[in-house]
C-alpha cells in the first residue's frame, strides 16, 4: 500500500462489519473442545500477524510469541497448572469447591499449538511515549495483541484459551524465558468440535453477565440516568445479543 494514501473514514461494508461483530459475541474461551487437527502454516502467521497489529503505547511493540507444539514442554506447563488448580479450589467457600473442580479449564495437551505472548518492558527505552505516568501501558498493548490474536483465530474458525492458573515462574523457566521478559498470557489455539453457545462459566452459573447499562456512567462516576436514549439503544442491543442476532 501507498504510504501517501490515506485509508477513508467510512464504515466498512455490512458484510464485513457484522463479521466483526460476530467475531466479537461468538468468541469464547476454549477449553475441552480441542480437536487434534493440525493448523496450517499460513493460518498461524495470519494469526500472529493480527496480534503484531495491535496498538501499542508509543508503538513500542513489546511483545514477542513463543509457540510451543513439544509435548514434553506442554506436560511441563500442564503440571504447573494441575498444582495451582488443586490449590486455587481451597481459596474458594466451600460451597462452590466442587463446582470448581469440575470445570474443565485449560486445554493445554489437547491443543495442538501453545503460545505464549511476552511483554519486554524495555524494548523502547526508559521513556516511552506514552507510558510516563502510566507504567502498566506496556502490559496493556500485549494484552491488546491477545485480543488480536482471538479474535483473528475466531475468524479462522479456531479456538483459543487463555490459562492463568500456575506459577508464572513456572512457566518462565519451562519456556527459558529471560528474567526481564514478562510472561503475559498463555493461549491454547486450535480446531474446535463447536463453540458454547454462552460462555461456559455463565452457563454453569458460576456468574451471570452484568446488565450494560449499571456500568455505564455519564460525565462523572454514579450518574447513571442522563441519556435515557442510549441506555434504552443499550438494552435492545443486549436483547438482540441474547438471542444471537445480530447487533445492527
Known amino acids: 500500500m501507498d504510504e501517501s494514501v490515506k485509508l477513508p473514514a467510512l464504515p466498512l461494508p455490512d458484510a464485513e462489519r457484522a463479521g466483526v461483530y460476530r467475531a466479537i459475541m461468538t468468541r469464547r474461551d476454549t477449553r475441552g473442545e480441542f480437536l487434534p487437527d493440525p493448523v496450517s502454516d499460513e493460518t498461524l502467521g495470519r494469526l500472529l500477524v493480527a496480534a503484531h497489529h495491535a496498538p501499542s503505547v508509543g508503538f513500542m511493540q513489546p511483545w514477542s510469541f513463543v509457540v510451543i507444539r513439544g509435548q ?7 503440571d504447573a497448572f494441575l498444582k495451582a488448580h488443586a490449590e486455587a479450589a481451597l481459596m474458594f467457600p466451600e460451597a462452590k469447591r466442587d ?4 470445570l474443565k479449564l485449560e486445554g493445554i495437551m489437547e491443543a495442538p499449538i501453545n503460545i505464549c505472548i511476552t511483554c519486554d518492558r524495555d524494548r523502547a527505552g526508559p521513556v516511552v ?4 505516568h502510566i507504567p502498566a501501558m ?4 500485549s494484552v491488546c495483541a491477545v485480543q ?10 479456531l479456538g483459543v484459551g487463555w490459562v492463568s492458573i500456575f506459577d508464572n515462574e513456572v512457566v518462565r523457566r519451562a519456556l527459558d524465558i529471560p528474567e526481564r521478559i514478562v510472561p503475559v498470557a498463555y493461549l491454547c489455539v486450535g480446531k474446535v468440535k463447536f463453540y458454547h453457545p454462552k460462555p461456559e462459566l455463565e452457563a454453569a452459573g458460576w456468574r ?10 455519564f460525565d462523572h462516576w454514579g450518574r447513571q440516568d442522563a441519556e435515557p436514549g442510549l441506555l434504552g439503544a443499550l438494552r ?3 436483547g438482540k445479543a441474547r438471542a444471537g442476532g445480530d447487533l445492527f
Open 72 to 78: 514434553e514442554t506442554k506436560q511441563r506447563v500442564h
Open 99 to 102: 463446582t470448581y473442580r469440575s
Open 129 to 132: 511515549i506514552g507510558r510516563t
Open 138 to 141: 506496556d502490559l496493556f498493548s
Open 148 to 157: 488480536n490474536l482471538w479474535l483473528a483465530a475466531r475468524a479462522e474458525g
Open 208 to 217: 451471570e453477565r452484568l446488565p450494560l447499562e449499571q456500568l455505564v456512567h
Open 236 to 238: 435492545d442491543l443486549e
